[in-house]
């Protein structure tokens, strides 16, 4: 059964959709079957992977609602491995409309149940606020990713994140865990950034990547072309940052997959 990752801050402007498409498209080159799920309204995702926003086509809100099935309108990507489930502005609505329905925060995770089976890693780009459609995404999930952008104010809103992922833990009987909080935008020529990655560690612990992702115009660029930075520039260091942390998460699976000698 494939392994579901939220990745969420509800603080915009942190890199988090540049790292749901580049982690995906970094997870799908190490020969895996990965799926993107925009469950952004902005849909910066589908665009970023090159799908147009066609508002005739059924995106995430069709499922959520009942109104498709989840396999169908599973988008194939440019990129080898990589699918899409898109978002249109549709989503904009679902925080309203999904107040409705019995069971609303486990919606999500009812929908993708089918799809677990067919991909190793299902990656879900949330919105950068925490309202019920990142609440389906944290319920619908085995872990959190947390990119922090390395400024002044990077701890800020985080310790409400972490108290949103205690009461989901709680209230749902839900193991979710923290994937790691990932340092982005990192430039280590200042003193503040270095300042913030040092406190950020001191805080998190552990729970910080030891791979950081550097502030870069071309990772930057990459999403106007409708390409992940692997597609776009493979050489550039955004690349190799995003190479890294698929590895290293890839390691961490397979640290927590594979018994101690003292278990066997």
């Known amino acids: 059964m494939g392994k579901v990752i939220a990745i969420a801050n509800q603080k915009g402007g942190v890199g988090k959709t540049?790292?749901?498409?580049?982690?995906?498209?970094?997870?799908?080159?190490?020969?895996l079957r990965v799926l993107l799920?925009?469950?952004?309204?902005?849909?910066?995702?589908?665009?970023?992977?090159?799908?147009?926003?066609?508002?005739?086509?059924?995106?995430?809100?069709?499922?959520?609602?009942?109104?498709?099935?989840?396999?169908?309108?599973t988008v194939q990507t440019d990129f080898f491995g990589l699918d899409l489930i898109p978002a249109d502005r549709n989503l904009v609505g679902a925080n309203l409309e999904l107040i409705e329905f019995e069971g609303r925060e486990t919606r999500l995770r009812q929908t993708l149940q089918t799809l677990r089976d067919k991909y190793e890693y299902i990656?879900?780009?949330c919105?950068?606020?925490?309202?019920?459609?990142?609440?389906?995404?944290?319920?619908?999930?085995?872990?959190?990713?947390?990119?922090i952008q390395c400024e002044f104010f990077a701890l800020e809103g985080i310790s409400q994140l972490l108290d949103t992922v205690e009461r989901i833990r709680e209230s749902f009987h839900h193991p979710l865990k923290i994937e790691g909080v990932l340092l982005t935008m990192f430039d280590e020529r200042t003193n503040l950034t270095r300042q913030v990655a040092a406190d950020l560690r001191e805080f998190f612990s552990d729970e910080v990547f030891k791979t950081v992702i550097p502030r870069s115009v071309r990772l930057a660029e990459a999403p106007s072309y409708g390409k992940p930075i692997l597609a776009y520039d493979i050489r550039s260091r955004g690349?190799?940052?995003?190479?890294?942390?698929?590895?290293?998460?890839?390691?961490?699976?397979?640290?927590?997959?594979?018994?101690t000698e003292g278990a066997r």
Do not use: C, F, W
Request: charged share 20%.
């Open 18 to 31: 540049t790292t749901a498409i580049n982690l995906a498209a970094s997870l799908a080159a190490n020969d």
């Open 37 to 73: 799920v925009d469950a952004d309204p902005q849909g910066n995702s589908t665009t970023g992977l090159g799908v147009s926003k066609d508002h005739e086509r059924a995106s995430l809100y069709h499922a959520l609602m009942g109104q498709r099935e989840i396999g169908s309108i």
């Open 123 to 125: 990656l879900i780009d």
């Open 127 to 147: 919105p950068p606020a925490l309202d019920l459609l990142t609440l389906n995404a944290l319920v619908a999930a085995d872990s959190v990713l947390i990119p």
């Open 239 to 259: 690349a190799e940052s995003y190479i890294r942390l698929a590895k290293e998460i890839l390691a961490n699976d397979q640290d927590v997959r594979t018994p």
